[in-house]
């Protein structure tokens, strides 16, 4: 697969649901999704790059609330 493209930057406030990164995959776009509401606190792909099943893409951090954080595997 490769990233198509990023919806998010470090330090952005997320909620559960929201797309984070887009991947493309035999011409087809699959949108991935924050697990948890939180704060982007890594973003480790760019558009372009080429990522295997089950790399990390992009790292959700808890927010004010203190929620668990959540890494965010292709």
């Known amino acids: 697969s490769s990233v198509w493209k990023v919806d998010v930057e470090v330090g ?3 909620v ?3 797309s984070l990164l887009a991947l493309e ?3 087809m776009e699959t949108a991935l999704t ?3 509401d939180g704060i982007v606190t ?3 792909v760019e558009a372009g790059h080429q990522v295997d099943t089950g790399a ?3 790292v959700v951090g808890p927010d004010a609330g203190g929620q668990d954080a959540a890494g965010i595997p292709a």
């Open 56 to 58: 990390p893409l992009v």
């Open 42 to 44: 890594h973003v480790l």
């Open 12 to 14: 952005e406030r997320v």
């Open 16 to 18: 559960a649901g929201q």
């Open 34 to 36: 924050a697990p948890t």
């Open 25 to 27: 995959a035999m011409k």
